[in-house]
């Protein structure tokens, strides 16, 4: 049965929430003022590391660091 009840504008739009969050996330970044914008800015960076498994056993891992800019 199909609801008729309020749908979030995001969905509506065909956005996930987490994209919906990181445009609005990027948006307040940008209107923040020196020197609050470039911290903001560097928090934003992710660094994380990948490992592919062989027969059971990690090999060595990579270290990835995405930004936006990327």
Do not use: Q
């Not at 008729?4 to 996930?16: E, L």
């Not at 209107?31 to 560097?42: F, G, N, S």
């Amino acid at each position: 049965m199909a609801s008729n009840a309020a749908v979030p504008f995001w969905r509506a739009a065909g956005m996930t929430y987490i994209t919906y969050s990181n445009i609005c996330a990027n948006l307040v970044r940008n209107c923040l003022k020196e020197p609050y914008k470039t911290e903001a800015l560097t928090r934003e960076k992710v660094h994380f590391s990948i490992s592919k498994w062989t027969d059971g056993k990690p090999e060595k891992p990579t270290i990835r660091s995405d930004s936006p800019e990327d």
